[in-house]
Every structure is written in structure tokens, then in C-alpha cells.
């Protein structure tokens, strides 16, 4: 078996990220050599674009940039690490120890993301290989954390719900294992393992689905059990639903090519649902998914990045020519899709008791940042529990954290400490802010445009004003905030959404669907905080009087002409 794949003609030429690949000796580069380098505590480009597939990337504090500058030292250079965790399930030892490593290594706080993984942010050079190996130790790892490869696989946050739940978590677990990276660089690298292979044209180790190459872009992954679609399922690369008959689990329905990035100005890049091609049995996932990644993986953009993503592919080559390429790899085709029905795609706050009798509790966390503020020992509190706390915790999609399987006799103890932190559902909150994202934005991504997490809290204390006075505290309005067009946190599916487009500026998106299942659509352009809430105001006002018995936000300013309704992104710019 070789490693060789032939990739049909492209539109131009490799993009310079396909070189560093090749020439990556399987994701190794000179990663060890650089991150021994003594003078600088950044590391090359190139070397940088390999760290992604280790679940890692240099970043610098943004807020400390000029004055470095000024004073001609180098960037303020530190690392953001991330951990998977398919399905977002990890154990209250894992727990404390991402505490102790986000304290001791890192900027003191740890962010829960939008995948159901960890992200530490401000992790120097110098310690970043001390911080993998105890990652590993804890039985956790980063590989594949980013990068042009399957990234973290989302799943419902409560496998207790049903004993349907816990099949399709465990279903989510196989998929990340068997779509992993098949390279030793990681244990190389990070974990001292023994060198497998010294050249690449050695055939000791091959990439058996990967190839050398690897994906031309990331690739994503959500399963969803209807009618909760709180993975956002229709934002994947590959999105999965599950299909129940008399409460057992029976398959599959494939939906194929959603993606929330974009990029300014440039019509051919869009945000895009996927969308659904059809039904697969559970023993068949493994290979569907599998041979759905190699129709990527052949045929993806290999030339501009930014238009390489799945859903490009999937526009560019149609959905029928995608269903027979993945019927022809198979050897068998999927069946017709199945009925299913979504409601909402958020959390469900407080104690729920599950299908094993154990108990659950939903808190909010605001863009899931965990640290001590002032007035709220959210850190220390939840170190507490976790160090009597006997069942798991479960990270979710909308980045808030589930404590898990706690027993009655353990749930009057972890009361007792979340009273004493003051740990809460969000009840004092407002819907809206109960059912906020925001990325991390500045002042750690480079990518950032404007200000997210950082401001977003701001931004709902002033909005929250209107919705008391509509009376409207209580209403579930999904809002979301990206410091950019790249997306992470899933803005092209808030009812209310704002893209930043420069330093305090953003564009505002109005008519999502609730359930996750329709794009919003631009409402105004470059525009900050002044024009924001006044152009808010009269529409929380009409929607107050106006809506119908169970109409949702993003209907109401569709049906009453605000913004046109979007299905597809192939019309998301269009007037």
C-alpha cells in the first residue's frame, strides 16, 4: 500500500501551505529544532502551519503590540493549545489538571469552545512541551486539534439523556479515533517516542486515508439527535442525524458541505448549510465518513485556501455528483433520507435527571471563559467540585459545562459548593444572553477584525434594557459575535449576528432559524455600538407587539420584511 495520491487538475498552483506539507516529512519539519531555538520565543511561518496539526499556533498579545514595537522588542509571542475531546466529555481528574496547567503554563484561564474542547491561550515556547506531556498524561491529547484534517467531533452533551444519547456519543468517540492522523510526529515530538521513520519517501509509515498531503482545509464533524440540534449540525463539513424508531437508534441521515467562514468582499465565499444526500445504517458510518473525507481530499482547492473548504466542493461539483461519487467509493448506495424534526439548537439549564437515574446540572457559562473575576470565583469554584465530584463533565456546544452523573447523595454537596461560589444556570439572566457566543476574538487571535468575547457583555447589559421594556426578558433569541469572518463561533446561524469589520465596527445580520436550519442575511454594514442599539430597539419593539403565538426573532423580521429569507449561501450576498 503506498501513500501516493493523484489529485485531479487544480486551478492553479499549490498554495504555499500544500508545500510545507509536503515537505513536512508526515507533520514533523523542524518543529524539535525550533522549539529549542533559544533567541526568539516565536517560531517560522512554516513550522507555525505544522503546529496546527499538533493542536497548537503562535499567537501574540495584541493589546501589547505597539508599544513592543515601539520599543523594538519582538511580538509578545505565546501559544494556543487546544484539546479534543470528542463529544466533550472529560472527567473531573482531567479537569483539575487543565486547571492547574492553564495556571501554571498558561494566561490563568481556560475557554470552553464552540467544538467541546479546551483552548489554552498564553502558553510560552519554553513550556509547551512540558504542558503536551502532561496533557497526555491525563489521557487527553491535541492532535488534530486544528489543522487541514478532521477536527474535534461534536456531539450531543449529554449521553445520559437516553440510552440513544449515549450510542451516538459513543459513535462520536469511534469517529474521532478512526479519522485521527495516522503520523508518529506527535509522540516524536512531543512525547519522546521513538523516531519512526527518518525520509519520506520511506513506505514504514503512510497516511492510509490522509496521504501525504492531507486535506486541502479543515474539516468538521457534528451529530445531533433530533430534535435538540445543539451542534449546530448543518454548520459541519459532514453533519449526522440521528434517526430514531420506537426510541432506538437505527441510522443516519448524511448531511454534506455546511461552513460558517467568509471573507470581506469577496462574494464566492459564503457561509453554507449542508445539506442532506441521503441515510446510512450506525455500522456504516465509519466508512461513509471515511469516504467522504478522500472525495475531499481529491478534490478539494488545493490553489486559494480560502475557497477550499468541503462546501465549496460540494457547490462546485453538486449534490448529485457528490451522492454518486460517495454511492461509486462505497460499492453500495446510501438509502433514501429519513423524517426528522429540529426545535432549538441551545442548552437546557439547571438539574435534569437522566436515563440511569444520575443527575445533571447545565451552567451558564458566558462565552465560556473560565477564570476568577472579582466578584465571581467561577474558576475556584468549579475547582472545588471537581475534586469531590465522582461523574464527568461535559463541555457544550454553545460553550457552556454540564456537571454530570452526580448521584443524589453527591448532588446536596455540589449544590452546597455552587451556592457558595455562586455558580448558576443563568437564571438572572436574560434569554438572549443565556443563548450568546462570542469567539475569542482580540487580544490573542490574529485574525481578529474587532473586539468579541471582550465586548459582547457590554453589548447584552444595553440590549437587555429593551427587552425588559418590551417585556421580553424571557424569550429565547439566539445573538452571536465574531471578531471575524472566519466564523467560530457560528455567527451565519444567530438570529442576531454581528461580524466585526474594523476596530469597534461590525456587520449586523438579522433571520436565522432558530433550530439552526436557515442563514441570516445582512441587515447593515460597518457599523458600531450607537447604530446597533438604535437600530435594535424599534425591532424588539415591533416583535413585542407584533409576533405571532411561537414565532421566533429570526421568522418575525423575515415575515415582516426586514431581511429576505436565505436557504442556501449561494445567495447569501444577493440583494
Known amino acids: 500500500m503506498t501513500n501516493k495520491i493523484v489529485l485531479p487538475p487544480q486551478p492553479g498552483p499549490p498554495s504555499d501551505v500544500e508545500r510545507i506539507k509536503q515537505e513536512s516529512n508526515y507533520l514533523r519539519g523542524s518543529l524539535v529544532e525550533t522549539l529549542e531555538y533559544p533567541i526568539s520565543s516565536g517560531i517560522p511561518d512554516d513550522d507555525n502551519r505544522l503546529m496546527k496539526f499538533h493542536g497548537s499556533y503562535l499567537q501574540d498579545d495584541r493589546d501589547l503590540r505597539n508599544e513592543r514595537q515601539r520599543q523594538k522588542l519582538e511580538p509578545a509571542y505565546q501559544f494556543m493549545v487546544r484539546v479534543r475531546l470528542p463529544g466533550g466529555v472529560t472527567t473531573p481528574e482531567q479537569w483539575l489538571v487543565m486547571d492547574r496547567l492553564a495556571n501554571q503554563y498558561g494566561n490563568g484561564t481556560l475557554k470552553l469552545t464552540t467544538r467541546q474542547a479546551y483552548q489554552m491561550h498564553g502558553i510560552l515556547k519554553w513550556n509547551m512541551k512540558k504542558n503536551m506531556q502532561e496533557i497526555n498524561a491525563a489521557l487527553m491529547d491535541t492532535l488534530a486539534a486544528c489543522g487541514d484534517v478532521n477536527r474535534n467531533v461534536m456531539c450531543n452533551p449529554n449521553p445520559y439523556q437516553s440510552a440513544v444519547h449515549g450510542e451516538v456519543y459513543e459513535w462520536s468517540r469511534k469517529l474521532s479515533d478512526y479519522l485521527s492522523p495516522r503520523t508518529n510526529a506527535y509522540h516524536e515530538i512531543w512525547l519522546d517516542g521513538e523516531k519512526v521513520v527518518d525520509s519520506q519517501d520511506s513506505n514504514e509509515e503512510i497516511e492510509p486515508m490522509y496521504g501525504a498531503l492531507y486535506l486541502p482545509r479543515k474539516f468538521k464533524i457534528g451529530l445531533a439527535v433530533p430534535p435538540c440540534n445543539d451542534v449546530d449540525v448543518f454548520s459541519q463539513d459532514l453533519g449526522l442525524i440521528a434517526i430514531l424508531e420506537d426510541d432506538k437508534l437505527v441510522g443516519f441521515n448524511i448531511a454534506v458541505g455546511g461552513g460558517m467562514g467568509m471573507t470581506h468582499g469577496d462574494t464566492q465565499t459564503y457561509p453554507q448549510l449542508a445539506r442532506v444526500i441521503g441515510f446510512c445504517a450506525p455500522d456504516q458510518l465509519l466508512e461513509v465518513a471515511e469516504k467522504i473525507i478522500t472525495i475531499q481530499r481529491d478534490y478539494g482547492n488545493r490553489s486559494v485556501r480560502k475557497y477550499a473548504r468541503f462546501k465549496y466542493t460540494v457547490d462546485a461539483k453538486g449534490l448529485e455528483w457528490i451522492t454518486n461519487e460517495l454511492n461509486s467509493r462505497l460499492g453500495w448506495k ?49 475547582r472545588e467540585i471537581a475534586k469531590i465530584h465522582t461523574g464527568d463533565f461535559r463541555l457544550s456546544p454553545n460553550q457552556n459545562l454540564l456537571i454530570s452523573n452526580v448521584s443524589s447523595e453527591d448532588k446536596k454537596k455540589i449544590s452546597e459548593l455552587m451556592e457558595q461560589y455562586r455558580l448558576t444556570d443563568g437564571e438572572q439572566h436574560s434569554a438572549l444572553r443565556r443563548s450568546s457566543l462570542a469567539c475569542v476574538a482580540f487580544p490573542t487571535c490574529g485574525l481578529a477584525m474587532a473586539e468579541a468575547e471582550r465586548y459582547l457583555p457590554s453589548l447584552l447589559d444595553k440590549i437587555e434594557l429593551m427587552l425588559d421594556e418590551s417585556g421580553l426578558r424571557d424569550k429565547e433569541i439566539v445573538i452571536r459575535m465574531s471578531g471575524c469572518p472566519n466564523g467560530c463561533s457560528r455567527p451565519a446561524l444567530g438570529e442576531i449576528a454581528f461580524i466585526g469589520k474594523a476596530p469597534g465596527k461590525y456587520n449586523m445580520y438579522l433571520g436565522a432559524g432558530f433550530a439552526g436550519d436557515r442563514l441570516n442575511k445582512i441587515y447593515r454594514e460597518n457599523i458600531g455600538e450607537a447604530e446597533i442599539l438604535a437600530l435594535l430597539k424599534p425591532l424588539i419593539s415591533q416583535y413585542a407587539k407584533e409576533r405571532l403565538e411561537g414565532e421566533h426573532f429570526g421568522d418575525f423580521v423575515i415575515r415582516a420584511g426586514h431581511v429576505k429569507a436565505v436557504q442556501s449561501g449561494l445567495d447569501f450576498h444577493d440583494e
Do not use: P
Open 334 to 382: 446510501l438509502e433514501a433520507a429519513r423524517k426528522y424534526h429540529f426545535e432549538h439548537n441551545g442548552d437546557r439549564y439547571g438539574w435534569v435527571k437522566g436515563s440511569n437515574g444520575k443527575w445533571h446540572f447545565t451552567l451558564f457559562i458566558q462565552s465560556g471563559r473560565i477564570q476568577d473575576f472579582e466578584d465571581y470565583q467561577l474558576m475556584t469554584g468549579l
